[in-house]
């Protein structure tokens, strides 16, 4: 069974600083991808990072980079110079390869929803 | 840039109304999916097809059906639309990209059942 675990129900930034969103999964197989979204008031899920279980290295786009501790098995999110845009509710989520039809889906977890104070 | 498209962005319907979610994605995606969102409870995989005419359900798919017919075009039937169904409802699709399979979604529904 997979398990996403957001401990965070809700952060606090100021603007211009880096916030760390914290995600921890389980899962006993080998192959599997972690995500992270992004969903402002608006409603719509943003794609924002992927970083896969066998990437040597910590998946980065633009300001968001992925801190991959497989060992501990974490996957936070990292937000340098937070903007007041990212505003948001953030989800971790997590697809397992080896799960037959089911390796399609995604898992995710119940959120964070931060706030970047002006 | 990649687009899924969701009919409605709110919908009001009666209890008992047959209620039609619909979602187009223009990428030439294989997967689609429908999930609920509910405070508290996170997003829910309702139903996914892996391919025109397949469906395999989510981990809640009681009370809801699917169609898929075209590749483009993935729908959620409620048969009987019950208050327990007042959701958030997201569509997303997702292709062999060997890149993550990453899925793209639409901008939800907001469906009151009253």
């Known amino acids: 069974a997979q398990k996403i675990t957001q401990t965070q129900p809700g952060m606090f930034v100021q603007e211009k600083e880096a916030v760390t969103l914290d995600c921890t999964y389980d899962?006993?197989?080998?192959?599997?991808?972690l995500f992270w979204y992004k969903q402002p008031s608006s409603g719509e899920m943003i794609f924002l990072i992927y970083?896969?279980?066998?990437?040597?290295q910590n998946a980065t786009e633009g300001r968001y980079s992925l801190n991959f501790q497989k060992a501990r098995k974490s996957a936070n999110l990292v937000i340098s110079a937070s903007q007041l845009g990212d505003s948001a509710m953030y989800f971790c989520?997590?697809?397992?390869?080896?799960?037959?039809?089911?390796?399609?889906?995604?898992?995710f977890g119940k959120g964070t929803k931060l706030s970047v104070i002006p | 840039d990649v687009k899924v498209t969701q009919s409605s962005r709110y919908l009001v319907k009666r209890t008992g109304e047959k209620v039609f979610l619909e979602c187009v994605q223009d990428?030439?995606?294989?997967?689609m999916f429908w999930y609920r969102q509910d405070p508290g409870l996170g997003l829910r995989l309702i139903y996914f097809?892996?391919?025109?005419?397949?469906?395999e359900k989510g981990d809640i798919p009681e009370g809801y059906s699917v169609s898929r017919e075209k590749k483009e075009r993935f729908s959620l039937i409620l048969e009987s639309a019950s208050t327990n169904q007042t959701s958030m409802y997201l569509c997303?699709?997702?292709?062999?990209?060997?890149?993550?399979?990453?899925?793209?979604f639409g901008a939800g529904t907001r469906l009151s059942v009253l």
């Open positions: 997303a699709s997702s292709g062999f990209t060997g890149a993550g399979d990453i899925q793209y």
């Open positions: 970083q896969g279980s066998y990437d040597q």
């Open positions: 097809s892996y391919d025109v005419k397949m469906k």
């Open positions: 990428m030439d995606h294989e997967n």
């Open positions: 899962t006993s197989d080998p192959s599997y991808g």
């Open positions: 989520a997590m697809r397992d390869d080896n799960s037959g039809a089911g390796s399609y889906q995604l898992t």
